[in-house]
């Protein structure tokens, strides 16, 4: 495969069998496009593989099918491309427990959709095993620290609108902003790694309702 990726997709609608046409070419800004989220992908699978320390450029780049060169045309360093797939895949994972929220009619459907969510996380790239690393690398750096801790303000505001739902009308006893970090900080956190008999949807589950029973007793 060449660094800059594939360029022909598609089949044009309303080809019939046996004939022969050409397909659409993708721009270089969809080339482009295509080849970082590659780079994303395979950066994913091996920094959860190896960790942070353990995982290369090189192995990286192999992973994708790509050559080294097209890696640092996209990133300029490991550090770079670290934190672009950590951010890809959370801001990816909260945007979809967003749509799921959003669709969500009631108090019940949105604790069950966000537990559920949060054990679905278990097929998708385990970002839990690789929180410390990223917090390790962004004290270290307070322009990166700063950048993230906005970005994260932003994801757990947008799920901490949507779980404010659970309250009767009138407001929620939590501010939103502490409402998301509860659910999310529950699903990325330790503790369902290191005991097999929790999961991540049963600590939200339980902490949501006992949240809502609390505030309608009030």
Sequence with gaps: MSDTDDTIIGTPIGTHV????????????????????????????????????????????????????????????????FFAMFDFYALGQAEELCRRLDAAPDADAI?????????????????????VDMARLARADPTVAARHTKMFDDEWHQV??????????????????????????????NATQLHAGLTAGDLIGM???ALRDAYGRK
């Design 18 to 81: 046996g004939t022969q046409t050409r397909p659409a070419r993708l721009t270089r800004e969809q080339s482009r496009a295509r080849t970082r989220e590659r780079l994303l992908v395979s950066a994913a699978v091996v920094f959860t593989r190896e960790g942070y320390a353990g995982a290369s450029i090189d192995r990286i780049a192999e992973e994708a099918g790509y050559s080294k060169g097209a890696m640092y045309s996209n990133f300029a360093s490991k550090d770079e491309l």
């Design 160 to 189: 901490g609108s949507r779980l404010v739902r659970i309250f009767p009308p009138g407001g929620s006893p939590v501010p939103v902003l502490q409402l998301g970090a509860l659910v999310m900080d529950i699903a990325y956190g």
């Design 207 to 209: 902490a949501l309702r």
């Design 111 to 131: 604790i069950a959709t966000a537990c559920a969510w949060a054990d679905g996380l278990l097929h998708e790239p385990d970002l839990r095993l690789l929180v």
